[in-house]
């Protein structure tokens, strides 16, 4: 599966949208980019994912780019509830998930 | 439905002693993970099953570690004899292949 790159940590004030990126430079055909988060002590929790189309759920929304070289998780109204590290994976259907080290939000009041 | 249930939530036990954690995966999901969090190394995956058949134990750290599920409902990782540095927060995943995972709270284990 593809290594995706992630900043390390960002903040973002309350109420305001949240835009993470995420760049999956070398990304194949078949590779599904999906989106999870780890609030502190607690599981990850899936968000979104998508292969080529923009989606949108009622967590979040997923833009990909049009050669799917990098991505944009928005929370488009972060409350402080949101703060967490949120990972960013490329995987095959029928590949396992790998973790990186992905962002560290935190959301400020 | 109730999610992953992962059992103990917290475990402290001393150098040498055997550890046994349990998951008990969402009903109808077949395939089963094994996942490992330190500070220095992050989420690990340590092993999957799917349909109860273990499919990658490539990540157990060594053969301290062993896992079995016995039918669809059961998990246990197990570590004989443990160490300091098994120390860690372990999670259990469950999934309908090809899907996401749904994972539980984690077992924090702390050896002595």
């Known amino acids: 599966d593809a290594k995706t790159t992630q900043p390390t940590s960002m903040d973002c004030a309350e109420g305001r949208a949240a835009n993470l990126p995420c760049n999956h430079s070398?990304?194949?055909?078949?590779?599904?980019v999906y989106w999870y988060r780890q609030i502190h002590s607690q599981g990850p929790q899936y968000i979104i994912h998508g292969l080529k189309n923009n989606e949108t759920n009622e967590m979040a929304s997923l833009i990909i780019t049009e050669d799917r070289k990098s991505s944009t998780l928005i929370l488009p109204h972060a409350t402080l509830r949101d703060t967490a590290v949120y990972y960013c994976?490329?995987?095959?259907?029928?590949?396992?998930?790998?973790f990186g080290t992905g962002t560290s939000l935190t959301v400020i009041p | 439905d109730a999610g992953v249930i992962q059992s103990p939530r917290h475990e402290v036990t001393e150098m040498g002693q055997e550890v046994t954690l349990r998951c008990k995966p969402i009903s109808g999901h077949n395939s089963l993970f094994w996942y490992r969090q330190t500070m220095m190394r992050g989420l690990e995956l340590l092993i999957y099953f799917n349909n109860n058949v273990p499919i990658d134990d490539s990540g157990m750290p060594e053969d301290r570690f062993s896992a079995k599920m016995p039918n669809a409902s059961f998990s246990t990782l197990k570590i004989q004899p443990s160490e300091p540095r098994d120390s860690a927060v372990y999670f259990c995943?469950?999934?309908?292949?090809?899907?996401?995972?749904?994972f539980g709270s984690g077992t924090r284990l702390t050896v002595v």
């Open positions: 070398t990304i194949s055909g078949n590779e599904y």
């Open positions: 995943a469950s999934s309908e292949i090809n899907y996401g995972y749904t």
């Open positions: 994976i490329v995987r095959v259907t029928g590949n396992q998930f790998y």
